[in-house]
């Protein structure tokens, strides 16, 4: 089984051994890669990476899970459930049915960075062999919609 991700959000590419948390850096959670929103006022749309059914919702993070049944988890910056949504507004419910590019949440990443944490948004195939996900040729900036990276269950 492949699965096929594709970038939530404008910005530039990043490992995940770039993201300021251990569980992300380590790739506890799954492999993947992260997107670091532009420096650009105003706030950004995040959607959905793959399509399926929304299985957790945040106004900071979303898991979908796919038809064949994996979990795909964006989660928009670093320490941000501290914020108490401030900044986000979520356009998802769980167990609503989205496909690829569907809006879920919108965040502002001055408002996240201006209380001193990270905007950098993790995106990982959960529970995922970490080093599983195969980046696209492509390094530095991204644009939504684009091929993020291909995943392949061994």
Request: with cysteine.
């Amino acid at each position: 089984m492949s699965l096929a991700v594709y970038a939530p959000l404008t910005g530039d590419l990043a490992a995940l051994g770039k993201v300021p948390d251990p569980a992300f850096a380590a790739q506890m959670l799954g492999s993947g890669l992260a997107i670091e929103p532009s420096q650009e006022p105003g706030p950004l749309d995040v959607a959905a990476p793959v399509a399926g059914v929304v299985a957790k919702v945040h106004p900071h993070a979303f898991v979908i899970k796919t038809r064949c049944g994996t979990g795909v988890l964006v989660h928009v910056g670093i320490d941000t459930v501290r914020l108490n949504g401030e900044g986000f507004r979520t356009h998802a419910t769980e167990g609503e049915q989205v496909e690829v590019g569907h809006a879920m949440l919108t965040f502002d990443p001055a408002v996240v960075r201006a209380h001193g944490l990270s905007a950098i948004c993790p995106v990982v195939v959960l529970d995922s062999r970490p080093g599983s996900s195969q980046p696209p040729a492509v390094t530095g900036p991204i644009r939504a919609g684009a091929l993020l990276f291909s995943w392949t269950a061994s």
